[in-house]
């Protein structure tokens, strides 16, 4: 069973950046796609970035140029840098770890496991 333990969120001015952690335990995330997803008040979530277990990098296109995702297998923790912040980027950010086949990728139905979420706040 896989504990994914989320930090690093916090209160940002507009053009600020901010570097998310997704830290595993009880079990390795080299083999698992991870996956960042965000769930603003009154909306669904929605899907951000991922990167797959072979090491494909994937973004949100809106968001495209702002984001980099860093796995590090031996810390066994995964990051989102994000930069040039915008408000409407407010959201609790939620990464998440899975299996599935890579159409999939974007999907918040296959994820296996989810961290707790970390806030995060752009403020104009």
């Known amino acids: 069973q896989v504990k994914l333990v989320d930090s690093g969120g916090g209160l940002v001015q507009a053009g600020g950046s901010l570097r998310l952690s997704c830290a595993a335990s009880?079990?390795?995330?080299?083999?698992?796609?991870i996956k960042w997803f965000r769930q603003a008040p009154g909306k669904e979530r929605e899907w951000v970035a991922a990167?797959?277990?072979?090491?494909?990098?994937y973004y949100k296109e809106s968001m495209r140029g702002r984001l980099d995702i860093d796995r590090d297998n031996a810390r066994n923790t995964v990051y989102l840098q994000m930069d040039s912040l915008h408000p409407e980027n407010t959201a609790v950010y939620y990464c998440?770890?899975?299996?599935?086949?890579?159409?999939?990728?974007?999907?918040?139905?296959?994820?296996?496991?989810w961290g707790q979420g970390t806030q995060v706040t752009v403020s104009s």
């Open positions: 998440a770890a899975d299996n599935g086949p890579i159409r999939s990728i974007r999907d918040p139905g296959s994820v296996r496991y």
């Open positions: 009880g079990g390795y995330i080299e083999p698992y796609h």
């Open positions: 990167h797959s277990s072979s090491g494909g990098y």
